[in-house]
């Protein structure tokens, strides 16, 4: 238990569906991330919250919505995948974006779209 | 090519057996990190370092700046060591919150 919680730890999707992702940390942090691994590529940074705030973008496409009510919740919302968009979606958090701070992932939520 | 490399990208060994793990980074970093990423998906972070070594249990990191090379050493291995395990570092050139990931080393151990 890391103390980052990601819901729902499985999700199957067809391509006209909406779907969220949920993220809940409970370890006093304030900075959010979404990272995204697809099958033998490493890991990728999607989005960036600090105090709610979003302060990076990777180029990630519009169909995927990020949302950051508070500083411990973080929401993916999904619409018009497409089945390469099919991965282990990863949730982090740090005490601040300094130099030192150390993230704390969730257990992931895997996606399939089909 | 990959800012940071691993090496291997998988290993087998018997219980029992001394690992090491490599990773190689091409830019200035302020942090190195360690990773272990069990087959359900979760990540935990092993190590944090930004000079010299760092031990816990029967894990042991090292990293040499100036080489840009960092190991992760498991004495004793034991089957439940078996996972992917992730090396990623923080470039200081593009700022302090992203983090760039090494493709991983899937490590199997034997009973």
């Known amino acids: 238990e890391t103390g980052v919680t990601q819901t729902p730890r499985h999700l199957v999707m067809g391509m006209t569906n909406k779907k969220s992702l949920k993220c809940e940390q409970h370890l006093g942090h304030n900075a959010m991330y979404w990272y995204k691994q697809s099958a033998k590529k490493p890991l990728e940074l999607m989005f960036v919250?600090?105090?709610?705030?979003?302060?990076e973008n990777n180029s990630v496409p519009s169909r995927f919505s990020p949302e950051c009510p508070n500083s411990s919740h973080l929401f993916l919302h999904l619409h018009t995948l497409q089945p390469e968009d099919s991965a282990l979606y990863l949730c982090?958090?740090?005490?601040?974006?300094?130099?030192?701070?150390?993230?704390?992932f969730g257990q992931g939520t895997r996606l399939t779209v089909v | 090519k990959n800012e940071v490399e691993q090496s291997p990208q998988n290993l087998t060994a018997q219980e029992g057996e001394f690992i090491t793990i490599n990773c190689s980074y091409s830019?200035?970093?302020?942090?190195l990190h360690w990773l272990q990423q069990h087959p359900g998906g979760g990540i935990v972070s092993l190590f944090m370092?930004?000079?010299g070594k760092k031990k816990h249990g029967r894990l042991i990191a090292t990293i040499n700046i100036q080489e840009k090379h960092s190991s992760l050493h498991i004495t004793a291995s034991h089957p439940r060591d078996s996972a992917v395990y992730i090396c990623a570092v923080r470039p200081i050139i593009q700022g302090a919150q992203k983090l760039v990931f090494g493709q991983g080393t899937r490590l199997t151990i034997n009973p």
């Open positions: 830019v200035g970093i302020s942090a």
């Open positions: 370092l930004s000079s």
């Open positions: 982090a958090s740090s005490q601040g974006l300094g130099l030192a701070a150390e993230a704390f």
């Open positions: 919250y600090n105090f709610k705030e979003q302060t």
